[in-house]
C-alpha cells in the first residue's frame, strides 16, 4: 500500500467527470488500498478517485464508530456507484475536504440515500445509508461528477476558514479562490 498525493481544487481534474471502472482485478484492489491508506494518512473520511488523480468512478469512505450503526468504522469501497434513491428529508451539516484544507462549509444534504455499486471483486452491491454516513456518499459522488462541497454553497456567511494554527502554511487559501470555484 501507498500514499497517494492528494490534488487541491485549483486542479482542473477536480472538475472533470471521471470514467466507469471496466477492468477488476489487482491493480484495482490495490488502488482502494491505497485510496484508503492516503484516507486514514490524512484523517479524512472519504476519498475519491479524481481527488488523486485517478479519473475513474470508485471513491472510498469510512466513517467513525458509532454504536448504533453497524455500517461505522470499517472501510467502504465503491465502484461505480450510482445513487438510486434520496429521501426528500435535507439535512444541512458542515463539510470539508481534503482537496480544499482549511475551508469547512454548512451543504443541504439528503439525509438518507440508496446506492448501488461494485466491489473491487466486481461483486453487485447495493446499500441504504442515512446520517453522517450518507453525507459523506454524497460528497464523494460529487467528486466522480467534478462537483466540489463548495458548489452547494451559495451563502458565504456558511462558509468558513479554519483556524490557521491548525493548518499548514502550505494550505493556505484566500476566500477570494474559494469564491472562484464556485463561480
Known amino acids: 500500500m501507498a500514499v497517494r498525493k492528494i490534488l487541491y481544487a485549483s ?4 472538475r472533470q467527470k471521471a470514467k466507469k471502472v471496466k477492468v477488476f482485478g489487482p491493480q484495482l484492489k490495490k488502488l482502494a488500498n491505497d485510496m484508503i491508506e492516503t484516507m486514514h494518512e490524512a484523517n479524512g ?23 448504533d450503526n453497524p455500517l461505522s468504522g470499517k472501510p467502504w469501497v465503491m465502484i461505480n456507484p450510482e445513487i438510486v434513491k434520496r429521501t426528500v428529508e435535507m439535512e444541512e451539516g458542515q463539510e470539508g475536504c481534503l482537496s480544499i484544507p482549511g ?34 456518499f ?21 462558509l468558513w476558514r479554519l483556524d490557521a494554527e491548525e493548518e499548514d502554511d502550505d494550505d493556505v487559501y484566500v476566500f477570494e479562490e474559494i469564491e ?3 463561480a
Request: net charge negative.
Open 11 to 14: 486542479d482542473p481534474k477536480l
Open 45 to 67: 473520511v472519504g476519498l475519491a478517485g479524481p481527488q488523486i488523480g485517478v479519473m475513474q468512478r470508485i471513491f472510498v469512505a469510512e466513517i467513525p464508530e458509532e454504536e
Open 103 to 136: 475551508w469547512v462549509g454548512l451543504v443541504n444534504r439528503h439525509y438518507g440515500v440508496e446506492i448501488k455499486a461494485r466491489t473491487v471483486s466486481g461483486k453487485p452491491i447495493k446499500m441504504k445509508v442515512t446520517g453522517f454516513l450518507a453525507r459523506v
Open 138 to 158: 454524497q460528497h464523494e459522488y460529487d467528486h466522480l461528477d467534478g462537483i466540489l462541497f463548495v458548489d452547494h454553497i451559495s451563502d458565504p456567511e456558511k
Open 180 to 182: 472562484s470555484l464556485t
